[in-house]
Nanobody, 123 residues
Framework: EVQLVESGGGLVQPGGSLRLSCTAS????????MAWFRQAPGKEREGVSY????????DYEDSVKGRFFISRDNAKNTLYLQVNSLKPEDTAMYYC????????????????WGQGTQVTVSS
């Protein structure tokens, strides 16, 4: 059974930082492009960041550019998202996704999803 498990979320003050992790079991993440998404209450899910299977290509949603940084350690079968300078509007459930089957990374179809880790930015 394939599982993606996110961790690292929490409650943080505005301006704070977190490092989110996504670890896989039953799947060699190194073969797949991966992405982070988020969904806030009452809002649609949005793509936050993308990384190619080698890690050589990354992309970010405009509102997080310069604050969020995606990386991967294929040897550890883990995807990361360093989130800095957090704002209240970054509050959301964050999900990792693997194996983009088709479409642009922000809206495409992914085969595997994690259950999410909650990030809450509040003073």
């Amino acid at each position: 059974e394939v599982q993606l498990v996110e961790s690292g979320g929490g409650l943080v003050q505005p301006g704070g930082s977190l490092r989110l992790s996504c670890t896989a079991s039953g799947l060699a993440l190194g073969k797949y492009p991966m992405a982070w998404f988020r969904q806030a209450p009452g809002k649609e899910r949005e793509g936050v960041s993308y990384i190619s299977w080698t890690g050589s290509i990354t992309d970010y949603e405009d509102s997080v550019k310069g604050r969020f940084f995606i990386s991967r350690d294929n040897a550890k079968n883990t995807l990361y998202l360093q989130v800095n300078s957090l704002k209240p509007e970054d509050t959301a459930m964050y999900y990792c996704a693997a194996d983009l089957r088709y479409g642009a990374w922000q809206r495409g179809e992914y085969r595997y999803w994690g259950q999410g880790t909650q990030v809450t930015v509040s003073s």
